[in-house]
């Protein structure tokens, strides 16, 4: 009796100990694409966590990849779903910097020439285009916000849960899968879109969106071991006959085709302990990122109807907290010791280095990084920016990895600019502009312009920058310009409106200095060669007894200028001055003078919300009343003391003051652009006078418009109108620029 109870306990002790040596089954989370709609992983996810069950590997592809990225390096669910919600996926297609962060150089050209159509021009001649509508830049910067501090892996293993994503070889179509290096790099090229977003450059490999080949990766994920695989199906159903009603809408059905095909072939290798979780995601499309919470929601929702299956694979309390930390992202602090420039572009790389404004030595700061590469790819000479953290012989190195433009080094932009008051006064300009860039490891530049309306102007410029930091620079410039002149003079029998053609050519060299990025300060030389010519003969010869007057110009000047105005039309943060003194003498019929003149502008902004306010103010006289200078300073137009006509107002002297109120009335997000629209008004004082004894407060003109902006794609867009004191009103239409 003895014996048979020792053999019984025996017995149940060897049956524990097989239960508490069997190892659990290896989890594996399976995440498809989908766009917005992969956010319905993150209700999974939620799910999971709430009960206890542990995930041992992830595989995604495309915002699958993202999701499951997120969740292999640390990050809770609940993290993820707070990132996901705050998350402007908009911005990640949206690849123009910002003016502010752009220099103060590019900045005046592309207000001036602001239909950027990213045309590239070759030294032979051959017109160029980018290999997406997008490259990346923006993309990419997310996705790193998202990660947070990562350093490149030999193996995805070594996160914190091992982790897959696929993306396709654009050459082949082949599958390939991501297993190491650098993880924002490798989640990028699986969201890649084709044609949208440029290819992604790895491992040799061009790679886009791995959707076609391959979007719910359960293969991957059998290789890696999986005992039991969660797949989630995310997958956009075809389109009913009712919405094939486009091209667009044809093309994306056969899209889905192909991802359909290879998710049919991936759900064929599930086995009888694996689950196919689908949320119902009818309302939600691939585009539709505003709607992440009911997409959340809906993964919840699936996930809940499979607890019955999912219960048994629950770890105890204890046991899954343990499982938690021993998976959570650690963090640490990261010190750069080391930074090293990879570029094809011919640029000092110490020029490189002061954009990006990180220092070796210095903690690992990635706002800050983030912040240097947006400065860097604002000069519109680099294709991609990317960078990654390698370990080198027990130093952590910033790589820093910047691809020039392979559509250069020449690049196109057009300017168009229309302004009518619908009664007797309308003007436009059709303009293009060519920039040869790279002709210096410095950032030496060849400009040029070229325009044709009302105004007739042509214009090259080389600027010489003479250091890394561009600190110091020379300039030299030359335009020609053809532009009427109209005047109403007054004779016995009426007035008579006469128009004298003013044709120049202009000479000008500068030594100058940039202080940063949005101030500088130029002192130079000018000199105008010019003319003026009556055809009709009634102004001119009776001063000069010709039809054709010529005169000449020349004398030093100097421009200090900054701006951080974040737009120049719709402002909303940020200043912008311009202070300039200049000395002329004047050689006419034989007579010489000199002057002196001051031109001081000033523009600042702020706002709250959808309300903004901006500010001007400009003052500008000659120094000397009895010469009669050439140039005067001309007021006139919207904005302008709005009510006259453009330029209607002339004279040696003048002040002008505004304010103009906004309110963002839409923000038209299309996710590619952004096209606000604005509705707001102006008040406005100024005018000119031809002597200094005659400025008084009691004549200056009041002014005020209302109107209705767009901040269009082609250009700032207005409607409005504008009265002032003087009894003069006027409608306005005005597209582009005005200054």
């Not at 002196?596 to 903004?612: D, M, R, T, V």
């Not at 000397?624 to 004279?651: H, V, Y």
Request: aromatic share 10%; with cysteine.
């Amino acid at each position: 009796m003895r014996l048979t109870l020792l053999l019984a306990l025996l017995l149940s002790c060897l049956a524990q100990a097989e239960v508490k040596e069997q190892p659990r089954p290896k989890i594996a989370l399976v995440l498809a694409g989908g766009g917005a709609r992969g956010a319905a992983h993150v209700g999974v996810l939620k799910v999971l966590e709430a009960n206890r069950i542990p995930v041992d590997m992830v595989t995604g592809t495309s915002m699958g990849a993202f999701v499951g990225g997120l969740y292999a390096s640390g990050k809770s669910a609940d993290e993820i779903d707070s990132l996901m919600r705050q998350l402007n996926w908009s911005q990640g297609y949206q690849e123009d910097p910002g003016r502010s962060a752009q220099s103060l150089r590019k900045k005046e050209q592309r207000d001036r020439f602001q239909l950027g159509l990213n045309l590239g021009l070759s030294d032979d001649g051959q017109l160029k285009v980018p290999k997406g509508l997008l490259q990346g830049q923006a993309m990419v910067s997310l996705v790193r916000q998202s990660l947070g501090d990562l350093p490149n892996f030999q193996s995805f293993d070594e996160l914190p849960i091992p982790f897959r994503c696929v993306a396709t070889n654009i050459e082949n179509k082949d599958a390939v899968v991501m297993d190491h290096g650098n993880l924002a790099q490798a989640l990028q090229a699986s969201m890649a879109v084709p044609g949208i977003l440029r290819p992604v450059e790895r491992d040799g490999l061009l790679l886009v969106d791995g959707g076609v080949v391959n979007n719910m990766p359960v293969d991957v994920a059998k290789a890696m071991g999986a005992d039991i695989v969660i797949a989630v199906d995310v997958n956009s159903p075809f389109h009913d006959r009712q919405d094939l009603d486009s091209a667009l809408a044809i093309m994306d059905q056969l899209s889905r085709f192909l991802v359909r095909d290879n998710m049919d072939r991936q759900k064929a290798l599930l086995g009888d302990r694996d689950l196919l979780i689908k949320p119902q995601l009818e309302s939600v499309s691939m585009l539709d990122f505003h709607l992440v919470g009911a997409a959340v929601d809906a993964g919840e929702q699936a996930t809940l109807a499979w607890l019955d299956k999912l219960r048994p694979l629950a770890l105890p309390e204890a046991q899954y907290q343990a499982w938690r930390r021993q998976h959570s992202a650690g963090g640490q602090v990261l010190t750069i010791d080391a930074i090293v420039i990879d570029s094809d572009a011919g640029f000092d790389h110490r020029w490189m280095r002061e954009q990006l404004g990180v220092k070796a030595g210095a903690p690992y700061n990635q706002q800050q990084l983030d912040l240097g590469i947006n400065r860097l790819y604002a000069t519109e000479l680099f294709e991609r920016i990317d960078y990654e953290l390698v370990e080198q012989e027990g130093k952590r190195v910033l790589r820093v990895k910047a691809r020039e433009r392979s559509w250069g080094p020449g690049y196109l932009n057009f300017r168009l600019a229309v302004e009518d008051n619908f009664t007797d006064a309308s003007d436009y300009q059709l303009g293009m502009s060519y920039t040869r860039t790279n002709l210096s490891s410095l950032g030496a530049e060849w400009h040029n312009e070229v325009e044709l309306g009302l105004v007739k102007r042509a214009m090259t410029e080389l600027y010489w920058p003479f250091d890394a930091d561009q600190d110091f620079f020379a300039l030299g410039n030359l335009e020609f310009r053809k532009q009427p002149l109209r005047e109403v003079l007054a004779q016995d029998q009426g007035n008579v409106l006469i128009e004298v053609n003013r044709k120049s050519t202009t000479y000008k060299a500068a030594l100058g200095s940039n202080f940063n990025r949005w101030s500088r300060i130029k002192l130079g030389w000018r000199y105008v060669d010019g003319s003026l010519e009556d055809d009709l003969g009634i102004f001119l010869p009776p001063i000069s007894g010709s039809r054709q007057l010529n005169y000449q110009q020349s004398g030093p000047f100097l421009l200090w200028q900054q701006d951080t105005l974040d737009s120049r039309t719709f402002p909303r943060r940020g200043q912008r001055w311009e202070l300039e003194l200049r000395r002329t003498r004047d050689q006419l019929l034989g007579n010489s003078s000199s002057n002196s003149y001051f031109l001081g502008k000033w523009q600042g902004a702020l706002s709250s919300g959808p309300h903004a306010l901006a500010f001007e103010v400009q003052a500008g006289s000659y120094f000397n009343d009895d010469a009669s200078p050439l140039d005067s300073f001309e007021l006139g137009g919207f904005r302008k003391l709005s009510g006259f006509g453009r330029l209607a107002l002339s004279g040696n002297h003048m002040r002008f003051a505004s304010l103009d109120y906004s309110y963002r009335l839409f923000e038209n997000n299309f996710g590619f652009f952004k096209s606000p629209v604005f509705l707001g008004m102006t008040l406005e004082g100024g005018n000119t006078w031809d002597r200094r004894d005659q400025i008084s407060m009691g004549d200056l003109v009041k002014a005020a418009s209302l109107y209705a902006g767009i901040d269009s794609p082609i250009g700032p867009l207005f409607f409005a109108y504008g009265q002032n004191s003087e009894d003069e009103s006027s409608f306005y239409f005005a597209l582009g620029a005005d200054f």
